[in-house]
């Protein structure tokens, strides 16, 4: 029971700056300023890491497969 409790408050703890850091990289990606392209690959690059995370952390809250 405490690990569980543990994982859900670690779980909280990333999923919100994770928002906030996909939230804003998606903002740059999405607007209509000129842009390097080492700096929209590299923008993209986060972009993937964050949806990455956030598709491992969803899945810590899914009950375990019997």
């Known amino acids: 029971m405490l690990e569980e409790q543990a994982i859900a408050k ?3 703890d990333l ?3 994770l928002a906030a850091l996909l ?3 998606q903002l740059l ?3 209509d300023h000129p ?3 080492d700096v929209k690959f590299g923008l ?3 972009e993937q890491a964050a949806i990455r995370m956030r ?3 969803r899945a810590t ?3 375990p497969a019997s």
């Open 10 to 12: 670690l779980r909280h």
């Open 15 to 17: 999923a919100n700056p």
């Open 23 to 25: 939230a804003e990289t």
């Open 29 to 31: 990606l999405l607007g």
């Open 35 to 37: 842009m390097d392209e």
């Open 44 to 46: 993209q690059q986060i």
């Open 55 to 57: 598709t491992l952390l």
């Open 61 to 63: 809250q899914e009950p």
